[in-house]
Nanobody, 125 residues
């Protein structure tokens, strides 16, 4: 059974940084394309960033481009989201997701196979 566990969320002031990590267990990490999504209170879940199986290809939402960086840590079976220059509008629950089959659409949450439980990020102004 594949399990995704996020960590690293918390409270930070605007302009600060946080590093989210998502550890994958129960499956072969290299066989999953990975994505991060977020959902703010009262809003729909939205795409944040994604990385391909090999790590060669990354994708970002326009709202986070230049501030967030997604990467794979194969030694730890983890995907990391480094978030810099945080803004109050980045406040949300952040979810990690994995896609294990072909036909991956990085920005579409419906095509991910597995999800973590989420970690809260709060950015104060």
């Amino acid at each position: 059974q594949v399990r995704l566990v996020e960590s690293g969320g918390g409270l930070v002031q605007a302009g600060g940084s946080l590093r989210l990590s998502c550890t994958v267990s129960g499956g072969r990490f290299s066989s999953y394309a990975m994505g991060w999504f977020r959902q703010a209170a009262g809003k729909e879940r939205e795409f944040v960033a994604a990385v391909s199986w090999s790590g060669d290809h990354t994708y970002y939402a326009d709202s986070v481009k230049g501030r967030f960086t997604i990467s794979r840590d194969s030694a730890k079976n983890a995907v990391v989201l480094q978030m810099n220059s945080l803004k109050p509008e980045d406040t949300a629950t952040y979810y990690c997701a994995a896609r294990g089959s072909s036909g991956w659409l990085p920005r579409d949450d419906y095509n991910y196979d597995y999800w973590g439980q989420g970690t809260q990020v709060t950015v104060s102004s």
